[in-house]
């Protein structure tokens, strides 16, 4: 299989019919949705271990959150934009098939390092790898399905968290009881070599819509975009409600051990139970109740992840407030069902005011933008609290870090980590709030942004 040939020889995908037969195109969504799921795994794999890697190799909460925030998302974000225009050009696939090829090595390496240094650069390659995974996604899944369709197609693509994050969790969990944490991240990482190659062997590259238009320049298509107030609201929106979902993505694992006693096994499954569940209902719920409520209900789009973000928002409260872990998990089930509402609506909102000659391109901005602030932020930032809540309650007792680290097993260490993590996570629940509110004045000019 070659190439996408040039722009002036690209054919023309049908307006209204999608590419290919319909069993072809759910084979090509099958196809991707199996490489994103791989993925989630290597990227929430670290917080699925990182209690294992904490002790062995002395590092702490902020440092945590540097390995599952910037040390990913900087050349992740960096190469994103560039990556989308190649795909704009190239074959997409040949481009996800590398990627998967570059991030999963990568995760496989993390399993043999030392200290934090080492991890930080595997992370690092993690994230460059995984630039190339959801903008060349998005367009072809654009390009394969008819405007009617797509915002269904992009939650099944979404379902590719739980997927993923199911595999990991119970992957993590039968490893921990039998092998390491290095051991996880061998066995995990491996099996993306062997996709990438079966992806490349097997997928082809969606014919284009509007081929006879060739890629306009990048700063032509930033300020179309940002030209638009529903783009820039649902950035803001999505980015803010990152914050957020990825600390308590990343620390959810650190949470249920430190609070509840729960050993890594036990945790990484409830932590696969509540987004292997949640996740795939609202990922798929928000697709859905946006394709059959938008013929009656236009604005559906920007206001249903409004709504959800508002109902989850005092659900994670209540979670965290919990004193049993059984309470705690049962609601952290229900919580992201709605929470999860703005995923199939924020990229089809991205999609459906972008140009047909932009699409890859507003993805990727979305995504860099969404991914900046949220990895850059979240994680480190909850980190970093809770370092120092934790520190203060230690203080109290007439305890340091110093001496935890020598000790961690003490229980006043053990009661002080945990509670420096629950109020970090309660704090950062303002983003979602305020997430929310972009998502409604989205609304206010989706009509008139709006291209398909």
Known sequence: MTDQPGPAAR??????????????????????????????VDRVLLALVQEQVKRELLLTDFQLGLLGGPAFVVCYSLLSVPIARLAERYNRITILAIGTAVWSAATAASGFAQNFTHLLWARIAVGSGEAACVPPSHSSISDAFPARRR???????GLAIPIGTLAASFGVAWIAKH?????????????????????????????????????????????????????RHVCAGGALLAIYSFAMGQF???????????????????????????????TFLGGFLTDRLS?????????????????????????????????????????PVFHLFWFAPLFTVAQNVAPPDMRATASALLLTIFNMIGYGIGPPLVGGLADHFGARRLAEQGLDAASCQVNASLS?????????????????????????IHFLLAGRSLDRDRVD
């Open 11 to 40: 054919p023309v995908a049908p307006l209204d019919t999608g590419y290919g037969s319909p069993g072809y195109r759910a084979y090509l969504l099958g196809a991707l949705v199996a490489i994103y799921a791989l993925s989630v």
């Open 412 to 436: 006043l260490c053990t009661d002080a980590a945990a509670h420096g993590l629950r109020l970090a996570l309660l704090i950062a629940l303002v983003f979602m709030i305020w997430a929310a």
């Open 295 to 335: 013929p009656r209900y236009p604005r559906i789009i920007t206001w249903l992840p409004a709504v959800g973000l508002l109902i989850a928002t005092p659900l994670f409260a209540l979670a965290l407030l919990q004193g049993s872990a059984a309470a705690a998990i049962g609601i952290l089930i229900v919580a």
């Open 151 to 157: 915002a269904l197609a992009f939650a099944i693509y």
């Open 252 to 282: 959810l694992p650190s949470y249920l051990i430190r609070y509840f006693q729960l050993d890594t096994s036990t945790a990484a499954a409830a932590f696969g139970v509540i987004f292997g569940i949640s996740v795939a209902v609202g």
């Open 179 to 231: 092998y390491d944490w290095r051991t996880a991240f061998i066995m995990l990482g491996l099996p993306g070599l062997l996709a990438a190659f079966l992806l490349k062997l097997t997928v082809r590259d969606p014919a284009r819509r509007r081929g006879d238009v060739r890629p306009v320049g990048f700063t032509i298509a930033l300020k179309t975009l940002l030209r638009k107030p529903t783009y």
